[in-house]
């Protein structure tokens, strides 16, 4: 089965319907699938129900869905770069389920592990605990969260082969591999496609038993907090 | 009453770790807790996925793959690893970060910690937070005594929505330090200049 697509326009074809639950990687707007995004705002599909960590900025990254109102609902943990979002929110026209950012992480890698539900100490006796079953553990209180199965992944790795193992680069591996992992159908966007064989099959980071759709393509890459230290402070 | 700076507060936290152990520091001032290390061999977590942060790159040498929990960019060091989210919080959640300096609204005597939210305010989101304070071994928290309104932030009752139920091991403020120990707090330490009195005035929890 050939996994590699022109661009991601033709990566997302025959995959997209309304109302559907889309895993997102990426960690602010390092290692977000940009051109997926875009190809998600051109197809139109809307009442989406997206898990990211994040919703990008305005008018980058998922922030560009917020705008078209294609968006429903986000599971996230931390939406504080978006006024859009914001604006969305607290008007009614987007849900938002937060979620601590292991244990979205977590619900990510369970969903794809086949894990319907684990139980956590992350959030017992907070609002994040409301309505979920709690059970002790010698003696300690944990609450049952549950696995995400997603319709469709959408990540970004540095490199791929043509048979979709990947490899990610420093922190803008994140949320990319657990997102790949819980979707049904995962597309990856990576910088480079390179011939099978090449990666060291040691340092193949997500297998391509996770990935079914791969494509190549220009990044932005923007940065969101650009901090430095002066030269003569070494 | 003086009392300590920022910057006094982040060497007074920067006491608390011990040679070898992994530290995650939160944003603010906690940040600033690794400008006061000094020889200690301390491996700093950036919970996106990064043992082993470095300080920020020099100008021109800014990455956009290598950013820490505040989104900022960081420079990798020669110890430093990267793995995935979910590694990165199992390795919180399963306790093998030894201690976490954070920042904080309010601290309540029994340890309660809320960081994270103001209803109808703030809606930003707990990030790692309620991983954070659920899973490493020792939670410090870092942050002025008082609100802007010259109010105690440490409280008998957290009054705003809660990060963890009494998770908080220590506190640090510019007016001295806070053990939580059972039926309320301990004045561990006075900053400079502040005397007992004082530091009993600008609090609202029981003192034990």
């Not at chain 2, 770790?17 to 301390?42: F, H, Q, R, S």
């Not at chain 2, 942060?53 to 060091?77: C, H, R, V, W």
């Not at chain 2, 093998?96 to 809320?114: F, H, Q, Y």
Request: aromatic share 6%.
């Amino acid at each position: 089965m050939k996994k590699v697509y022109p661009d991601a326009d033709a990566a997302l074809e025959g995959l997209l319907f309304d109302g559907m639950h889309i895993a997102a990687g990426g960690f602010g707007l390092s290692g977000i699938p940009e051109l997926l995004i875009d190809a998600l705002v051109r197809s139109g599909v809307k009442d989406l129900t997206i898990a990211s960590n994040n919703c990008g900025v305005d008018g980058f990254g998922l922030g560009k869905l917020l705008d078209t109102k294609q968006i429903k609902k986000m599971q996230s943990s931390y939406v504080g770069e978006n006024a859009e979002f914001m604006r969305q929110y607290l008007s009614g026209e987007l849900e938002l389920e937060f979620n601590p950012q292991g244990t979205l992480a977590e619900r990510m890698r369970a969903g794809g592990a086949g894990i319907p539900g684990f139980y956590t100490k992350t959030g017992v006796g907070t609002v994040i605990a409301e309505g979920k079953e709690v059970k002790q553990f010698g003696g300690e209180d944990y609450i049952l969260e549950e696995g995400i199965f997603a319709d469709l992944s959408i990540v970004k790795a540095w490199k791929a082969d043509d048979t979709g193992n990947l490899i990610f680069r420093k922190t803008a591996r994140n949320f990319n591999p657990p997102a790949a992992m819980c979707g049904k159908v995962c597309v990856a966007e990576v910088e480079e496609i390179v011939p099978r064989g090449s990666i060291d099959p040691d340092h193949i980071h997500l297998p391509g038993i996770y990935v079914h759709r791969i494509i190549q393509g220009p990044h932005e890459k923007r940065i969101e907090q650009r901090t430095t230290r002066k030269r003569e402070e070494a | 009453m003086a009392g300590w700076d920022r910057n006094q507060m982040a060497a007074r936290a920067a006491e608390e770790l011990e040679d070898g152990m992994y530290v995650n520091l939160g944003i603010g001032i906690p940040t600033l807790v690794a400008n006061y290390v000094g020889d200690k061999d301390i491996t700093l977590q950036s919970e996106n996925g990064m043992l082993g942060m470095g300080p920020f790159p020099y100008e021109g040498e800014e990455d956009p793959d290598l950013i820490n929990a505040g989104k900022q960019t960081i420079t990798e060091l020669s110890r430093t690893s990267y793995f995935d989210s979910a590694t990165s919080f199992g390795m919180i959640r399963g306790g093998k970060i030894a201690a976490a300096i954070l920042g904080a609204m309010e601290v309540a005597e029994n340890g309660d910690l809320a960081n994270w939210m103001i209803p109808g305010k703030l809606i930003k989101g707990m990030g790692g937070a309620m991983d954070l304070v659920a899973g490493v071994g020792r939670v410090v928290v870092v942050m002025d005594h008082t609100n802007k309104h010259g109010e105690s932030k440490v409280l008998k009752e957290c009054t705003l929505p809660l990060t963890g139920r009494g998770v908080v091991d220590r506190i640090i403020t510019n007016l001295g330090v806070l053990d939580v120990v059972p039926g309320g707090l301990k004045i561990v330490e006075l900053a400079d200049g502040v005397t007992e009195e004082e530091f009993r005035a600008a609090t609202e929890a029981t003192l034990v």
